[in-house]
């Protein structure tokens, strides 16, 4: 894999910023030729370093308005009872994110729903449901203040 050099990272950022741009006007923004731009970006694709890009899409204008942070807590820490959590939660469309993390709780959640009593609903059939879960707890975002911002490198 190749070190980063100043025109690799300028080329991240932008495209961290807007991952539309032609590669003309990306070029111009790193001043670079439009074939080195274009080369680049190949490699930090091919290299890994861009895993891929998306569209972000508001929550509200979908119906899905509503974002919870759930903490899970699972009766045993085993590398069996890991797996089954993760691939079960990974399967859930209303999770948008699922990380294990170190504290008080063994994952934290990321779920978008329509409202409160959407996410009741979810909570009661299908989150509690989890393999393993043996206990939740739900922080509702009231206003989400910054979202998946930029990395900085």
Do not use: W
Request: charged content about 30%; aromatic content about 8%; overall charge positive.
């Amino acid at each position: 894999m190749t070190e980063l050099d100043a025109y690799d990272r300028k080329i991240l950022r932008e495209l961290q910023a807007d991952a539309r741009l032609p590669n003309a006007e990306l070029a111009r923004r790193v001043a670079l030729s439009p074939s080195a731009c274009h080369r680049r970006t190949r490699r930090l694709f091919d290299e890994g370093y861009i895993l891929r890009t998306t569209a972000l899409v508001d929550p509200a204008k979908v119906g899905r308005g509503g974002l919870a942070l759930v903490g899970v807590v699972l009766d045993r820490s085993t590398p069996e009872s890991f797996a089954a959590f993760e691939q079960a939660a990974g399967a859930l469309p209303f999770v948008l994110e699922c990380h294990l993390v170190a504290g008080d709780f063994d994952y934290f959640l990321k779920v978008r729903v329509k409202d409160m009593e959407g996410f009741g609903r979810l909570h009661a059939e299908r989150l509690i449901a989890l393999p393993g879960v043996r206990q939740t707890r739900t922080f509702f975002v009231m206003k989400e203040v910054k979202e998946m911002g930029p990395l900085d490198f």
